[in-house]
């Protein structure tokens, strides 16, 4: 299990060596610099070639992209260009938000997903069956943009029962409960995709397995419902945990919008920010750290398949 | 016992289960509700303002730039002084010079050579004094090279506001000269915008350290910033201009207007910037306070001039009287902005009734469009950008323009651009694509800005208007020292421009902004700032 992991590890390495060139071939390529950005109309041009010099971005991409590799390797991860501050903070803070975010949302995600799932396939027929798929539906197709916007206007601004935005109220003492009041929504909002597919994934793999001949089989051999429950359930684990552990890795990048329109200060919302400004080393740092999360995750993941289903192990 | 068959138990069984999860977490989420809202904006006399920055500026001197004019709003001019300010307690006259950190000032014959008297007995928020030397050592973190305080990316944002400064010195403890580069009639006007921190501060924290925990000698005092959250600020007791009324001001960043309107209603915060249009009617039907005001802000389309057909001033001014500016504002803007009729707002101190020049008369644009030569009209294309500072909501805006000029055969193509590779262009004296014009929000806020937008030889006159007439007279403008006398030439600058045409001039925004009914003793100004130091904020509303 250990060499596993380690072989997993190293093959992140160049995956994120990809991720960090295409980031950066990305944003050279896209019209507009950061000193333009950040000056706006009143900077002279003198200041402004002044300042690109000192920024080295007069320097050809090759050199710019070493220099950046080179520091990122001692663990430097540079000065926000339009925010005047150390990186690694900066994005560590944020990915900690993020993170908060993403895991109340993939435990609602979760619950509801198994939930409807399980009810849409074992009553396939009843009026609570068609709502779940009619609802399952929905949260597949639904802008999350929209649906934020709807939940703030009419459950936080309407009916006052939740924070607008934010993570912590402005003129609060932070806390616990105020954090959580501040999540309910923007994970609602974040967890609705998510949900729907694994309750559609889940809803297909329940009803493949309930199929299997092994359930009459075990069921005819005299276990008791409870036990043939168990070893259904168990059958449908593997893939749960595949579609599972891909949407809660989708929802570490997905959450941009939930936290543009809830002013959630995530990572999503620092990159978002970072590119309309061209600040390079905080766009690079974001992502980075994205990616890796993302690579985690896929291999916690994969271990917790080895853990459940021995055929893989080997 | 087990009668019934052991398929539909097991799916009974699931999906009772499944049931009660749902229920459950339903349940969960509505009793977490609870009074979610109740530890907002209420506190007893503060103010929270929504912004419509995504982001906490900088909070290092004129580097609160940065996140656009907002930034200078609510960080620089709340933390910071500068040598001068503009006077905004009066919201019925347009704002002008006033002493700040300096008493007062007094230029040679030909204003190149200013001395400034500083403000005696003010000191920092860390106690640090205000004097010559720390006027001095800031002045050299702006703009002098040579000093081991030059600070480069400060310097590139101080702009036009340093753009005059040649060199400076010290005279005594509480007496500075600055030279200017030539005669600079309008420095104290952009020295309100050079603002002033602890040198004490800078030295010791260097420049990021300062940034995370600003020294100035502003009406505020620095409390403390969450990243990307929120900034508190509370009352400077010691301000040598009086403690303001307000405990504390925080700053919360809402980019998405419908959430920072969402949060007003809630109570969240008790103060937005830019309410959408759409929502002001009925924000206002709520009881809320929604202001507006005049102030120097012009939201126009740059025609391109290098090339047919907006080489010929004929069709530049056909379009001018093509467009419907009263139904714009009334239908799109809601009454958040006025008609343009000329090249000044109303809130400069040059506009005249004479520099309206435009109306609405489609015959009129109709008939100057076939003198021109274009009497089936012509396809052009436009580039605007689809968000940013002072943009207004460009698209809605682009879109009825677009039909206004359809009803004179002028077929304008549409060419969405993002707003930072707008301006990259916009710096280089390009406009996007080389379409036919491009639209962008400008202003005369500093006197700058004139010669920027329109002189011949400037890099961001992206159009290629050149005249030597306008020439002559922003170069004579800066020998001016009145500011009465001053206006009269700017005023002359937009007759020029009246008849050149450079620009099809839109609308002028009126700065909206909404605010709680519980605050009070705001004033809005006919300007881009805010003097937030008459406010107060109380517990009932």
């Not at chain 1, 109309?41 to 950046?68: C, H, I, M």
């Not at chain 2, 139904?327 to 707002?345: C, M, Q, R």
């Not at chain 2, 800005?449 to 002559?472: C, H, I, L, M, R």
């Amino acid at each position: 299990m250990a060499s596993y992991v380690g072989k997993r590890l190293l093959m992140a390495i160049p995956i994120l060596f990809g991720v960090s060139i295409v980031i950066f071939i990305t944003i050279k390529i896209i019209p507009g610099d950061p000193v333009a950005s950040l000056l706006g109309p009143t900077g002279s041009p003198e200041a402004r070639a002044a300042l690109t010099e000192r920024l080295g971005l007069n320097d050809p991409w090759p050199v710019q992209y070493v220099k950046w590799l080179g520091h990122t390797l001692t663990g430097d991860l540079g000065t926000s260009i339009a925010r005047r501050s150390d990186v690694a903070p900066m994005v560590l803070d944020a990915l900690a938000n993020t993170l908060i975010l993403s895991a109340a949302a993939a435990v609602i995600a979760i619950v509801l997903g198994v939930a409807v799932g399980a009810l849409t396939a074992l009553r396939r027929t009843g009026v609570l069956a068609r709502l779940g798929n009619a609802l399952a539906l929905f949260s597949i197709s639904v802008p999350q943009y929209s649906i934020g916007l709807l939940l703030i206007i009419y459950l936080a601004a309407g009916a006052g029962l939740f924070p607008v935005s934010g993570m912590y109220a402005a003129n609060g003492g932070g806390g616990f409960v105020d954090l959580f009041n501040h999540l309910i929504l923007p994970a609602v909002t974040a967890a609705l995709v998510p949900a729907g597919i694994i309750a559609r994934m889940f809803r297909s793999s329940v009803l493949d397995v309930m199929s299997m001949d092994f359930v009459e089989a075990l069921t005819a051999r005299g276990l008791s419902h409870r036990r043939v429950m168990l070893h259904a359930f168990h059958n449908t684990v593997p893939s749960l945990l595949t579609v599972a552990g891909l949407q809660i890795g989708y929802l570490l990048g997905g959450v941009i919008f939930v936290e543009a329109v809830f002013a959630w200060p995530g990572i999503g919302l620092l990159v978002y920010q970072s590119i309309t400004q061209r600040d390079l080393p905080v766009i690079q740092a974001g992502v980075l750290v994205s990616a890796l999360a993302f690579v985690m995750l896929n291999l916690v993941v994969d271990a917790l398949h080895g853990l459940v289903d021995p055929r893989i192990r080997a | 016992m087990s009668s019934t068959s052991p398929p539909r138990r097991r799916r009974r069984l699931l999906s009772t289960a499944a049931t009660a999860l749902l229920t459950a977490l339903t349940l969960v989420l509505t009793a977490c509700g609870g009074s979610a809202t109740s530890g907002g904006g209420a506190g007893a006399n503060t103010l929270v303002i929504g912004m419509t920055a995504s982001d906490i500026p900088v909070l290092d001197t004129g580097l609160a730039q940065g996140q656009g004019y907002e930034g200078l709003r609510f960080v620089a001019n709340q933390l910071f002084d500068g040598l001068t300010k503009f006077d905004l307690t009066d919201g019925s006259k347009i704002p002008t010079i006033e002493p700040d950190l300096a008493e007062s000032w007094t230029p040679n014959a030909d204003l190149t050579s200013w001395t400034f008297k500083l403000r005696p007995g003010v000191t920092f928020h860390d106690g640090t004094p205000w004097n010559a030397d720390a006027a001095i050592f800031n002045l050299g973190r702006y703009a002098d090279k040579s000093s081991p305080q030059f600070y480069q990316e400060l310097n590139a944002q101080g702009g036009l506001s340093i753009a005059g400064i040649k060199n400076f010195s010290k005279v005594d403890d509480m007496t500075i000269v600055i030279n200017t580069n030539g005669p600079w009639s309008y420095l104290p006007v952009d020295l309100a915008t050079v603002y002033f921190g602890s040198p004490t501060a800078i030295q010791a924290e260097g420049n990021q350290g300062f940034a995370e925990k600003p020294v100035g000698t502003g009406p505020f005092k620095f409390e403390s910033l969450e990243r990307g959250q929120r900034l508190v600020m509370t009352r400077n007791e010691t301000y040598w201009n009086g403690a303001p009324k307000l405990d504390k001001v925080i700053l919360r960043p809402i980019p998405d207007p419908t959430a920072r309107t969402a949060a007003l209603r809630s109570g969240e915060v008790n103060w937005i910037e830019v309410p959408p249009p759409d929502d002001v009617p009925s924000l206002e039907s709520q009881g809320f306070q929604v202001l507006t005001n005049s102030y120097n802000h012009i939201w126009p389309w740059v025609y391109n001039m290098r090339k047919a057909p907006f080489d010929n001033v004929k069709v530049r001014e056909a379009l001018n009287w093509a467009i419907n500016r009263q139904s714009l504002v009334d239908n799109i803007l809601k009454g958040t902005a006025e008609p343009a009729l000329g090249y000044t707002p109303k809130a400069d101190a040059s506009f005249r009734p004479e520099s309206e020049v435009y109306g609405y008369d489609p015959a009129k644009a109709k008939q100057m469009l076939a003198e021109a030569g274009y009497p089936d009209g012509f396809t052009m294309t436009l580039s605007y950008p689809t968000s940013g500072s002072g943009n207004m909501v460009p698209t809605p805006m682009n879109t009825a323009l677009q039909a206004d000029l359809a009803a004179i055969g002028v077929k304008v193509e549409l060419k969405p651009i993002e707003w930072a590779a707008m301006l990259n262009d916009f710096f280089v004296g390009n406009i996007p694509d080389d379409a036919d014009a491009m639209n962008i929000s400008l202003s005369f806020q500093q006197e700058g800005f004139w010669t920027s937008w329109f002189g011949s030889q400037s890099s961001a006159n992206a159009g290629k208007y050149s005249s030597p007439e306008v020439d002559a007279l922003l170069a004579k403008a800066r020998t001016v020292l009145d500011d009465k006398e001053r206006s009269d030439v700017y005023a002359q600058v937009a007759q020029v421009l009246g008849k050149d045409s450079p620009w099809l001039v839109v609308v002028n925004d009126k700065n909206p902004r909404v605010l709680s009914s519980n605050v009070q003793g705001f004033v809005q100004p006919q300007s881009w700032f805010a003097d937030l130091t008459t406010i107060s904020v109380s517990d009932s509303g």
